[in-house]
């Protein structure tokens, strides 16, 4: 690896306890010591691109995801098992044909057997979509040496510990009665939009989840935000069950559409998968395909925290833009007049070229 003090290239002896032999600094992450393979210029790199060179502020799990994005396209089902079986079975079996030993045979065909179900299982995926890493563990496992060493986060990352401050400043919707409320499970992504001041700018509360709207001073719009996945697609739903005739926003993810997309990576947790009665009400809704079931009730689910954040951050404040506009009187009085415009396209967002 390389030192991402000196820029030395390390072998693995020179690099004992993780410092540099050369300029003998400490680095926080060896690519030989954690799962995901990371180093701290792999990480400055990576960063450096979903937060547009430092104009937007992420969250842990939204670097966890793309650093991990790369690992979860990959099998690992018995990573290195079928070569290992298809050299064991032929050499038994060019022993066999030579030395005469019948039950040696019987050993290379089970071998070979062995071998082509494990390249079979590894092409049909069996495996894939696990993270190497999950989300809690990227925190103790990296982040926490990265603070050891250099004494915080990485440069961009906030932390989603509540409360979150705004990096854009202005006053925060708890100053004045909420027009909206910005309902979303993920804390992480929650700490992601007021770290960039999306809610403070457009008088939006955030809310967990319905105890916490009920609780809020406003009868305003609710905005839904959620994953792509069994129980995010519940989620509006339920919403609307529950408030009546409030006026409620599902602003995605939308699964059919982010399926489609050739760059969204989803991913899924091994104690993850919905139960019957989840299942059961998504069927009873007449809405999937019998493809899109089987995969939901396999726990599969494209994740906010991978969306790329300036993506997502425009696609809200899209949103929240429209919504207040038609909340507030004097702000669609402005419109109307041409002296809001509906915000423009962000910047091509790179983080899909890693």
Not at 6 to 18: F, I, M, Q, S, V
Not at 116 to 127: C, D, E, K, L, M
Not at 151 to 157: C, E, T
Not at 284 to 313: D, I, N, Y
Request: glycine fraction near 10%.
């Amino acid at each position: 690896m390389i030192c991402p003090h000196c820029e030395k290239n390390l072998l693995r002896k020179e690099r004992p306890n993780n410092t540099c032999s050369h300029c003998r600094r400490t680095y926080a992450l060896d690519p030989k010591t954690n799962s995901l393979g990371l180093s701290d210029l792999r990480v400055r790199r990576i960063l450096a691109k979903v937060t547009e060179e430092g104009r937007i502020a992420v969250t842990p799990d939204q670097l966890w995801y793309a650093l991990s994005r790369k690992r979860l396209k990959e099998s690992r089902f018995a990573p290195g098992c079928a070569g290992a079986s298809l050299g064991a079975g032929l050499f038994a079996g060019v022993f066999a044909a030579f030395s005469g030993i019948t039950y040696l045979l019987l050993v290379s065909g089970a071998l070979l057997l062995a071998s082509a179900g494990f390249a079979f299982a590894r092409a049909a995926g069996v495996s894939r979509g696990f993270p190497v890493m999950s989300r809690a563990a990227f925190r103790s496992e990296a982040l926490a040496p990265w603070r050891n060493v250099y004494g915080g986060l990485p440069p961009g990352v906030v932390d989603d510990t509540p409360p979150v401050p705004s990096r854009a400043g202005g006053r925060t919707p708890s100053d004045t009665r909420p027009g909206a409320v910005l309902l979303c499970p993920d804390r992480s992504i929650t700490a992601f939009l007021i770290a960039d001041g999306l809610p403070a700018r457009y008088g939006i509360a955030p809310a967990k989840d319905l105890d916490a709207v009920r609780a809020l001073p406003t009868q305003g719009p609710v905005i839904v935000l959620h994953d792509a996945d069994a129980h995010g697609e519940l989620l509006v739903r339920r919403v609307r069950e529950s408030l009546g005739r409030r006026t409620v926003i599902d602003a995605g993810l939308p699964l059919r559409t982010v399926r489609g997309l050739a760059r969204a990576v989803p991913y899924r947790n091994r104690d993850g998968r919905p139960d019957r009665e989840t299942m059961a009400r998504l069927t009873a809704l007449g809405e999937f395909t019998e493809e899109e079931l089987k995969w939901l009730g396999k726990g599969w689910r494209f994740p906010l925290v991978g969306m790329p954040p300036a993506r997502l951050l425009a696609a809200v404040t899209r949103i929240a833009e429209q919504v207040t506009r038609n909340v507030d009187p004097e702000r669609r009085r402005a419109a109307s007049v041409g002296f809001m415009t509906w915000p423009g396209p962000t910047t091509q967002d790179r983080a899909g070229e890693r």
